[in-house]
C-alpha cells in the first residue's frame, strides 16, 4: 500500500490552535482525540515523512477537473507554479485552452472513473484538483483515493454537505452550528401545513443536487406552498426534490466564507462576496452569481474566529465524529445580522465567481497549498494575500437565467488590458472564433487598491468586448462602495 492510500485509513483528527490572521484549526473534542491520537498521529507522520522525501522538488502533472470560470482561475494559477509541469483540464473550455502549459481534455469522460483512473496513471497525474461539486457527490474522490491518485476534494460521504441539504442541515442540528430553522418533508400536505402554522416569508429548497436552482425564497405563504407543488407534485426537479426543506427565512447581508480542510487543520482564505440576482439592485431571480468582489468588508475579524469558531470547525468536527473527515475546500455561504453570522448552506468546492476574485489575490503557490491539503500538512501552511481588492463582472447571455442562445461570436477580447478574463461557457465554431457556449460566459475580473479601482477597470475591459448579444449588472461591488463612502 502507498503512503497515499495509507493514510486514507488513519487520517490524523485533531486540530490546531487558530493563527488569528490566517491559519484558524481548533482543538477537537477529547474524547475524539483519545480514541484516535496514538495511532493517526504515527501512521500520519510517517505518510508525511515519505511524501517529503518523494515530492517535496518534484514537478508534477496536475488535471483539473471541470470547464467553467472556476476552472479556468484555478487552472491559471496552478500552472503558474513551479511545481507545475504540463496541467491538463477537462473538459475545458476556449478559454482554458490558450493558457500557456495548459492542455484541455474535452474527450475525458469524468463520469466514468475507471477511465479517468487509467487516464491518470498513463499521464503520471500527482494532482487531480475536482473543480465542481457533481463529480464530488458521484465518489471521484474516492475513486482516485482507491487507486493511489491523490486527490484535492472531499469523499462522496462528506460531499453531502452539498449533494443534500436534508443531510447538511441533519448535521447543523446535531452539533449546534448555527443556521435557520428547518423541517423536512416529502408530502406535500404535511409541508404546505407546517408552512401556514409558521407564516411570513419562507425558504423551500429541493434536498438534492438542482444546478443551482433549486431554492425558492418564497415572500409569502402563498409563494412558498406553490413552491412545495412544483417540487414535490409536479417534480419539477425531478428526485432532487423527492425531499424537501423548509426553513425559516434570514435576513441580513450574505458573504460567502472559504477555508481549506486537511482532515484535522483549517485554514481559512479570504473573504469574498458575490452578487446572485440577476438586476441591478440585487433585483430579479437569482442566478448562478453575476459578479463578486474580494475582500468582503462584511466579513470582519470578529465575525471570521465566530465563522471559524462555530461554522468551519464545528462542522470538521461533526464530519470526523460522523466518520467521513472532510477534505478539500469548504463554501459557507453566510448570513450576517447584528454582528453574528449564520450558515445559509456549505458547498464542498470555490464559489464561482469568488475563486476568481481569491486566485487574483493569493500570493501563495497554490499547487503547494492543495498539495498540504491532500497530504495533512495545512498546519504548516502560512498564506500570503495581495492587499488589494479584486472584483469579477460577469458577462451573461442575453435571456440567462432564462433561456438563451448560443453560437454568437464575441470579439475584442484581445482589445482587454485592464483585467484578467475568465472563460466559463465559450467554445470555438468551425472558423475558429470565440463564441458563446453557455448562460454565464465570461468574467471580466480585475485588481486595484480599492474595491472602486478594481471596478473601474472590470468595466472598462467589459466595453472593450464586442458582444452584443451578452449582458453586465453594471453595479458589482456596490456593497462595499457604501460601506466606504
Same mark, same amino acid.
Given at each position: 500500500?502507498?503512503?497515499?492510500?495509507?493514510?486514507?485509513?488513519?487520517?490524523?483528527?485533531?486540530?490546531?490552535?487558530?493563527?488569528?490572521?490566517?491559519?484558524?484549526?481548533?482543538?477537537?473534542?477529547?474524547?475524539?482525540?483519545?480514541?484516535?491520537?496514538?495511532?493517526?498521529?504515527?501512521?500520519?507522520?510517517?505518510?508525511?515523512?515519505?511524501?517529503?522525501?518523494? #515530492?517535496?522538488? $518534484?514537478?508534477?502533472?496536475?488535471?483539473?477537473?471541470?470547464?467553467?470560470?472556476?476552472?479556468?482561475?484555478?487552472?491559471?494559477?496552478?500552472?503558474?507554479?513551479?511545481?507545475?509541469?504540463?496541467?491538463?483540464?477537462?473538459?475545458?473550455?476556449?478559454?482554458?485552452?490558450?493558457?500557456?502549459?495548459?492542455?484541455?481534455?474535452?474527450?475525458?469522460?469524468?463520469?466514468?472513473?475507471?477511465?479517468?483512473? #487509467?487516464?491518470?496513471?498513463?499521464?503520471?497525474?500527482?494532482?487531480?484538483?475536482?473543480?465542481?461539486?457533481?463529480?464530488?457527490?458521484?465518489?471521484?474522490?474516492d475513486a482516485l483515493e482507491k487507486a493511489g491518485i491523490r486527490v484535492f476534494g472531499p $469523499?462522496?460521504?462528506?460531499?453531502?454537505?452539498?449533494?443534500?441539504?436534508?443531510?447538511?442541515?441533519?448535521?447543523?442540528?446535531?452539533?449546534?452550528?448555527?443556521?435557520?430553522?428547518?423541517?423536512?418533508?416529502?408530502?406535500?400536505?404535511?409541508?404546505?401545513?407546517?408552512?401556514?402554522e409558521q407564516g411570513g416569508p419562507m425558504v423551500v429548497k429541493a434536498d438534492g443536487l438542482?444546478?443551482?436552482?433549486?431554492?425558492?425564497?418564497?415572500?409569502?405563504?402563498?409563494?412558498?406552498?406553490?413552491?412545495?407543488?412544483?417540487?414535490?407534485?409536479?417534480?419539477?426537479?425531478?428526485?432532487?426534490?423527492?425531499?424537501?426543506?423548509?426553513?425559516?427565512?434570514?435576513?441580513?447581508?450574505?458573504?460567502?466564507?472559504?477555508?481549506?480542510?486537511?482532515?484535522?487543520?483549517?485554514?481559512?482564505?479570504?473573504?469574498?462576496?458575490?452578487?446572485?440576482?440577476?438586476?441591478?439592485?440585487?433585483?430579479?431571480?437569482?442566478?448562478?452569481?453575476?459578479?463578486?468582489?474580494?475582500?468582503?468588508?462584511?466579513?470582519?475579524?470578529?465575525?471570521?474566529?465566530?465563522?471559524?469558531?462555530?461554522?468551519?470547525?464545528?462542522?470538521? #468536527?461533526?464530519?470526523?465524529?460522523?466518520?467521513?473527515?472532510?477534505?478539500?475546500?469548504?463554501?459557507?455561504?453566510?448570513?450576517?445580522?447584528?454582528?453574528?453570522?449564520?450558515?445559509?448552506?456549505?458547498?464542498?468546492r470555490f464559489g464561482d465567481p469568488e475563486c476568481q476574485n481569491l486566485m487574483l489575490r493569493?500570493?501563495?503557490?497554490?499547487?503547494?497549498?492543495?498539495?498540504?491539503?491532500?497530504?495533512?500538512?495545512?498546519?504548516?501552511?502560512?498564506?500570503?494575500?495581495?492587499?488589494?481588492?479584486?472584483?469579477?463582472?460577469?458577462?451573461?447571455?442575453?435571456?440567462?437565467?432564462?433561456?438563451?442562445?448560443?453560437?454568437?461570436?464575441?470579439?475584442?477580447?484581445?482589445?482587454?488590458?485592464?483585467?484578467?478574463?475568465?472563460?466559463?461557457?465559450?467554445?470555438?465554431?468551425?472558423?475558429?472564433?470565440?463564441?458563446?457556449?453557455?448562460?454565464?460566459?465570461?468574467?471580466?475580473?480585475?485588481?486595484?487598491?480599492?474595491?472602486?479601482?478594481?471596478?473601474?477597470?472590470?468595466?472598462?475591459?467589459?466595453?472593450?468586448?464586442?458582444?452584443?448579444?451578452?449582458?453586465?449588472?453594471?453595479?458589482?461591488?456596490?456593497?462595499?462602495?457604501?460601506?466606504?463612502?
Amino acid at each position: 500500500m502507498s503512503a497515499f492510500c495509507a493514510e486514507l485509513h488513519c487520517r490524523s483528527t485533531w486540530f490546531r490552535e487558530p493563527n488569528r490572521q490566517h491559519r484558524s484549526g481548533f482543538s477537537i473534542r477529547k474524547q475524539l482525540l483519545q480514541s484516535h491520537r496514538c495511532a493517526t498521529e504515527s501512521c500520519a507522520a510517517k505518510r508525511r515523512k515519505l511524501c517529503a522525501v518523494a #515530492d517535496s522538488s $518534484s514537478k508534477l502533472n496536475v488535471l483539473v477537473v471541470g470547464g467553467g470560470g472556476r476552472e479556468h482561475a484555478l487552472a491559471w494559477k496552478l500552472a503558474s507554479s513551479e511545481r507545475c509541469s504540463t496541467l491538463f483540464c477537462s473538459p475545458g473550455n476556449a478559454g482554458i485552452a490558450t493558457e500557456e502549459g495548459v492542455e484541455v481534455k474535452p474527450d475525458l469522460n469524468i463520469s466514468d472513473h475507471q477511465q479517468v483512473q #487509467d487516464w491518470c496513471h498513463q499521464n503520471k497525474i500527482g494532482l487531480v484538483a475536482v473543480g465542481p461539486e457533481q463529480p464530488l457527490v458521484d465518489g471521484l474522490a474516492d475513486a482516485l483515493e482507491k487507486a493511489g491518485i491523490r486527490v484535492f476534494g472531499p $469523499s462522496a460521504r462528506a460531499a453531502q454537505l452539498e449533494g443534500s441539504k436534508r443531510f447538511m442541515k441533519d448535521l447543523c442540528k446535531k452539533y449546534d452550528i448555527p443556521t435557520a430553522r428547518y423541517e423536512v418533508f416529502s408530502d406535500p400536505e404535511k409541508a404546505k401545513a407546517y408552512i401556514r402554522e409558521q407564516g411570513g416569508p419562507m425558504v423551500v429548497k429541493a434536498d438534492g443536487l438542482a444546478a443551482g436552482k433549486g431554492v425558492i425564497v418564497a415572500a409569502s405563504t402563498e409563494a412558498a406552498c406553490s413552491a412545495v407543488d412544483d417540487m414535490l407534485v409536479s417534480k419539477a426537479f425531478g428526485s432532487a426534490g423527492s425531499n424537501i426543506v423548509v426553513e425559516e427565512f434570514l435576513d441580513g447581508e450574505e458573504a460567502s466564507f472559504f477555508a481549506l480542510l486537511d482532515g484535522h487543520t483549517c485554514l481559512a482564505l479570504a473573504s469574498a462576496q458575490d452578487h446572485k440576482a440577476v438586476g441591478e439592485g440585487d433585483t430579479g431571480p437569482n442566478t448562478g452569481g453575476m459578479g463578486a468582489y474580494s475582500p468582503a468588508p462584511a466579513v470582519t475579524p470578529l465575525i471570521q474566529e465566530q465563522v471559524m469558531q462555530e461554522i468551519v470547525q464545528r462542522t470538521a #468536527d461533526a464530519l470526523v465524529a460522523e466518520g467521513c473527515p472532510y477534505r478539500g475546500v469548504l463554501f459557507a455561504g453566510l448570513m450576517i445580522k447584528d454582528g453574528k453570522a449564520k450558515l445559509l448552506e456549505h458547498n464542498v468546492r470555490f464559489g464561482d465567481p469568488e475563486c476568481q476574485n481569491l486566485m487574483l489575490r493569493l500570493e501563495s503557490d497554490l499547487l503547494e497549498v492543495l498539495l498540504a491539503a491532500c497530504d495533512g500538512t495545512l498546519a504548516q501552511v502560512q498564506l500570503r494575500w495581495s492587499p488589494h481588492a479584486a472584483l469579477t463582472v460577469v458577462m451573461a447571455a442575453k435571456g440567462y437565467p432564462g433561456s438563451y442562445k448560443k453560437g454568437s461570436i464575441i470579439r475584442g477580447l484581445d482589445r482587454v488590458s485592464t483585467a484578467k478574463v475568465f472563460h466559463a461557457g465559450t467554445a470555438r465554431d468551425t472558423a475558429g472564433n470565440i463564441v458563446a457556449a453557455g448562460g454565464r460566459v465570461l468574467g471580466i475580473s480585475a485588481t486595484g487598491k480599492t474595491v472602486l479601482e478594481a471596478q473601474q477597470k472590470a468595466y472598462e475591459a467589459v466595453d472593450a468586448i464586442d458582444w452584443p448579444e451578452g449582458f453586465v449588472r453594471r453595479d458589482i461591488g456596490w456593497r462595499a462602495m457604501d460601506r466606504t463612502s
